[in-house]
């Protein structure tokens, strides 16, 4: 009866992703779709592109684009499908820490939030990553430990981001594990040994495949041609100027590694636009203007040119947090922290979601102090999983009549935002 609950759930899910995914429709595209959809078809070429970020999600709307073709439908749909699958592994992973109905309620919490909802609904990078990271929690859980680590390496071959989830794993490996730590070490070095060794040996298979420019270099060379006359004597001199093209590649995983830390590294790229509230990490989870957020514009790239245009019409995705979910930060942080205090059976479980959302939202906060701004309010996604357990753990911890009535009230809030901040909407 859980199961066909949780299948009920991502059914009308899935169904709200195919009446998004087909808006817009007529080759245009959306946000950052206007880089990956390009990229996509140069991978498919054999061709690299975007090598700021690891290729998995390259490759796999590749193969969409291949087998569904490049359309809206190629574009979007593996992207649907991944999401729809983390979700469900997400669930999996609730469930063994708290049971139901808090499992199913913070996956409806997560799963209602309009920015993640987007990115589970566009041709961009971040859900191969979700999908291989929960995979890798619940293999974990699960004790298939080498399975797991090879997940964690196709997370890391997705998404930088997934270093987090794999530390959040690290810290409640050892936490379990504190009375025998010797070998719960030992078992963790192997475990992130596999992983690196997933990661670094396909990231260099790719690099091999498709050697990466880091920089281009043109040099002109001016040479003298001598017109020879009928009589063999010189006529005139004629200056030919021809170019030499070379370019440095990454040819291998440290390399690539390097280039990645050069390109969002403190000495990377820096936001040179106005103040916005949403720019500064500890802005998401203040009522710093809420809802001034940024919109996920149409754009239409000129494949010919290669230069891109915005259109505001017919619609547009506005990234607007779910503000149950997002200052939820703050009531999951007091439960969990109580939980812990309390040194009771479930400590173990906080630690886990504790550390989750640590070490999945400080970093964001250090980026805005380093780089003073950051460009977009959606790198908080990686954080909202953790957040979205941490409701339902600390509802869990009040007296289940009450408890089970705040998870209601939460999922419901939650469900009010997604209908009113569902991206398929005409502009104001």
Known sequence: MQRFRISHFLLLYFAAHMLQIGFPSDGSMIFDEAHYVPASLDTLMGIAANAE???LPKIIGALGIFVFGNNWFGWRFPVVVMQVLALYLFYLIGKRLLGDPWALGATAILAFDPVFFIHGGALLIDMPSFLFVFLAIELYMRRNYGWSATSMGLA???????????????VYHCFTNRRQL?????LG???????????????????????????TSVTDIVSQQ?????NGTAVSTVLVTSQSISQQVIWNPIQHLLFIYRYHGPNGIVLNASYEPYQYAWNWILPVEPFNVPTYYRVDVDVTTGTSTVDYAPIWYAAQPNLSLWYGFWPAIAGLVYAIARKKEESATAVLILSG???????????SILVRRI?????????????????AFTWKLLPPRYGRFALAV???LSLLFFLLFFPVRPMP
């Not at 060794?197 to 498709?210: M, V």
């Not at 977009?376 to 909202?384: E, G, S």
């Open 53 to 55: 970020h690891p290729p």
């Open 156 to 170: 890391f071959l997705s998404r930088e981001m997934s270093i987090f989830y794999f530390a959040t794993l690290a």
């Open 182 to 186: 010797r070998p719960a070490l030992k």
């Open 189 to 215: 070095v192997r475990y992130a040994l596999v992983a690196l060794l997933i990661f670094g040996s396909l990231l260099w298979f790719y690099d091999l495949a498709y050697k990466p420019p880091v920089s």
């Open 226 to 230: 001598v017109v020879i006359g009928g």
């Open 357 to 367: 959302i640590i070490l999945n939202f400080a970093p964001w906060v250090a980026l």
């Open 375 to 391: 460009g977009f309010n959606y790198y908080m996604i990686w954080t909202l999983p953790f957040i979205a357990l941490g409701l």
């Open 410 to 412: 939460n999922v419901l």
